[in-house]
């Protein structure tokens, strides 16, 4: 069964750090780039940070650079959200997310990071 499962969400205070997990299995995990996205109340999904398969590339949004790190570890099947610095902004359910061409699109079923100001 192919399939994201995320972990590591939940409250946290300004100017703290979370880390957040992505369980990948079901499919050949280290020939695809992956991505975290978020979604804040009332506001569309964005995406976040995205890692190449070999993690020699990565890319952030502009609202995360500085604060937030993407890595994998493809012998775990695992990519991880390194986020410092949290802001209240931060705010949002982080979902990860692989895209195929033989296959289509995945997400997980998304975790939820709370940060108080």
């Known amino acids: 069964q192919v399939q994201l499962v995320e972990s590591g969400g939940g409250l946290g205070q300004s100017g703290g750090s979370r880390r957040l997990s992505c369980l990948a299995s079901g499919f050949s995990f280290s020939l695809y780039a992956m991505s975290w996205y978020r979604q804040a109340p009332g506001k569309e999904r964005e995406l976040v940070a995205a890692i190449s398969r070999l993690g020699r590339s990565t890319n952030y949004a502009d609202s995360v650079k500085g604060r937030f790190t993407i890595s994998r570890d493809n012998a775990k099947n695992t990519v991880y959200l390194q986020m410092n610095s949290l802001k209240p902004e931060d705010t949002a359910v982080y979902y990860c997310?692989?895209?195929?061409?033989?296959?289509?699109?995945?997400w997980g079923q998304g975790t939820l990071v709370t940060v108080s100001s």
């Open positions: 997310n692989v895209k195929s061409d033989a296959w289509g699109e995945l």
